[in-house]
């Protein structure tokens, strides 16, 4: 288990490290931290080291810095994915990392990725090119993911409590998720309890817009 975080469009730097602190339970090996003054994106990440314990940490980037991912998870069909990766070119620094894996993926094959990884798993990655950040989620919804999303602002984190230590939301109960709470004994994907976080349903994926800052 490992937890990721990431604040864009905010300059308050230290809001992200306190979102990832609030996180630490998830993983005690390792916390990496990237920021962007320029673009104001902030990823950070507390790791449980399981995979490629000594070269797996992130925030991962690939040989020039352009794409940044943070990951949540286990794709076990990384290895097969690497050998067809190395056939098509691509050079890997670390062993057997399949948080390597999908920094990679994505150069190859972009958001088409998500139909070749067999596993459980959030991340976030930032294409600094293109300008976006891309969420993601597997495809049964075993990794959590929940983002907010208000005048701009953006950030995501594993767990809502994340978004809380922020002091971005308002805190304001959703009437709506309340109802199925008491209906239905859980509060069903996008909806959270709160107005303004929510979770990013299963098998879906979501991107940020940094020039417009909108949502798809």
């Known amino acids: 288990m ?21 996180q630490i339970h998830r993983g ?4 990496g931290f990237f920021w962007d003054e320029q673009a104001l994106v902030g990823f950070a990440m507390r790791r449980l080291s399981i995979v490629d314990l000594a070269n797996g940490s992130q925030p991962m980037t690939n040989e020039d810095g352009s794409i940044v991912l943070v990951y949540n998870g286990e794709v076990y069909n990384a290895p097969d994915l690497r050998k067809e990766l190395l056939q098509k070119g691509h050079i890997f620094t670390t062993v057997s990392s399949d948080t390597e894996v999908l920094v990679h993926l994505y150069e190859e094959y972009k958001f088409d990725m998500l139909n070749r990884m067999n596993g459980m798993f959030a991340f976030a990655l930032y294409d600094k090119k293109e300008k976006i950040i891309f969420i993601a989620r597997d495809q049964m919804g075993i990794k ?73």
């Not at 005690?28 to 916390?31: R, Y």
């Open 28 to 31: 005690p090996d390792f916390g």
């Open 144 to 216: 959590p993911l929940h983002y907010f999303f208000k005048n701009g602002t953006f950030a995501f984190a594993s767990e809502m409590k994340s978004l809380l230590a922020a002091g971005l939301s308002d805190r304001k109960i959703n009437e709506e998720s309340l109802w199925h709470y008491l209906s239905l004994q859980c509060v069903p994907a996008p909806l959270t309890i709160y107005e303004d976080i929510f979770a990013l349903p299963c098998a879906s994926y979501l991107i940020f817009d940094l020039d417009t800052s909108q949502i798809t």
């Open 2 to 22: 490992c937890g990721i975080v990431g604040l864009i469009h905010d300059r308050r730097k230290e809001l992200l490290n306190r979102m990832n602190e609030v």
